[in-house]
């Protein structure tokens, strides 16, 4: 009867492992999503032509970042964040900052949806109330969410291969390449390029992922190896998705556009599709659904967590509201972009800082999980 629980418990236990495909695929789903819509009218702005500097710089610095979230992790291999946070700060303070992560991964959920959905309602015209594709969006991220870390990570394999198919849309606009907009380099000095840097790092919000999944990640030797592959090629397709509309649109057309990546589909020619910018918008709707899910899930797990549920079906069907109310109530598109900037800003300020300072608080109490059980 004892080696039949112990089998049970092993199977069950396997059944959350997550490959490494599947946390190459999460990584990517995570980080690259809505920001390829506004992302290069962004850096044209601040960084001009030098835009892809700063991509590169803020990549790197996000690999360097990765790092330590995968040094902490190591130390903790059995604890999720919400978990390790009590026992590296206490209770108290690990309660207040795994609530205020908890809540800003609901709020960036509402806010992905939204800023997809103003996109969609310009290109396709529609005249439905806010409330019925808000609905539609979060119905399958609530039922993701609920049916386990399993059924998301089989979930983000189909949708990364999926997503790739609207990634070859990049090779066929009908314009010649104008690389002279790319020249010269640094035209206006350092400054641009180093200020954008924040700009690309907040697009690459995601990637703290790790902090939460890392005990479920079935082979952790190979982690850093493969969380730098998926950064890395979500640094790559920036690059690419900014370099292409510099290049086609020109400088002038992508600081004026609000949303350049879409402009560029338009100069895309296919025979049979007529359409390729809204041919684009249906795919990527799956990938939005899956950043969507992979933020809710991570907030609703990490709040089962904390409130010591085995189980958080409850949290993943009773959260929804929250990031529908975000979505349903930002009036306007100018509300919804400084709505969006401040919690990016706030928010990626606390994902940053929080793996940083856990290491060190660590390091300084000599707590750490991992050397225990080797002794």
């Not at 995570?30 to 819509?37: E, L, M, N, P, S």
């Not at 207040?96 to 992560?101: E, F, G, N, W």
């Not at 089989?154 to 990049?170: K, T």
């Amino acid at each position: 009867m004892e080696k039949k629980k112990q089998k049970k418990k092993k199977s069950s236990e396997k059944k959350f492992d997550i490959s490494e495909f599947q946390w190459y695929s999460l990584v990517i789903n995570a980080v690259f999503g809505i920001g390829v819509t506004t992302l290069p009218r962004e850096l044209a702005d601040v960084a001009g032509r030098d835009g892809w500097i700063s991509i590169i710089i803020a990549t790197l610095l996000i690999l360097c970042y990765s790092y330590i979230c995968i040094t902490y992790s190591k130390m903790f291999p059995t604890k999720s964040l919400v978990q390790s946070m009590q026992i590296v700060l206490g209770k108290p303070l690990g309660m207040i900052l795994s609530l205020a992560y908890i809540l800003y991964t609901l709020i960036v959920t509402g806010i992905v949806v939204r800023l997809f959905l103003e996109i969609i309602y310009v290109y396709f015209d529609l005249i439905y109330p806010y409330y019925v594709p808000i609905a539609l969006f979060i119905i399958p991220v609530v039922y993701m969410a609920r049916s386990g870390l399993a059924t998301l990570s089989r979930m983000s394999e189909i949708v990364l291969v999926f997503s790739f198919s609207a990634i070859v849309l990049f090779l066929f606009p009908d314009r010649t390449p104008s690389w002279l907009e790319l020249l010269p380099v640094f035209e206006n000095g350092y400054t641009g390029v180093l200020e954008a840097i924040p700009d690309v790092g907040f697009s690459f919000l995601g990637v703290e992922i790790l902090l939460v999944f890392y005990p479920y990640i079935e082979k952790k030797k190979s982690v850093l190896r493969v969380t730098s592959m998926g950064v890395m090629t979500s640094g790559l397709l920036y690059a690419a998705l900014f370099v292409g509309t510099i290049v086609f649109l020109g400088m002038g057309l992508v600081q004026v556009v609000f949303w350049p990546f879409i402009e560029y589909l338009k100069l895309v020619r296919i025979e049979l599709f007529e359409r390729m910018d809204n041919i684009f918008l249906y795919i990527w709707t799956a990938k939005i659904v899956m950043v969507m899910a992979i933020q809710y899930f991570s907030g609703t797990f990490s709040l089962a967590l904390l409130t010591g549920k085995k189980y958080h079906d409850t949290w993943a069907i009773t959260m929804w509201i929250i990031p529908f109310a975000v979505a349903y109530f930002i009036p306007d598109v100018l509300t919804l972009q400084d709505y969006t900037a401040r919690v990016s800003m706030i928010g990626g300020i606390l994902i940053l800082v929080l793996p940083i300072l856990l290491l060190i608080v660590a390091k300084i109490r000599g707590i750490n999980e991992n050397e225990k059980s080797n002794s």
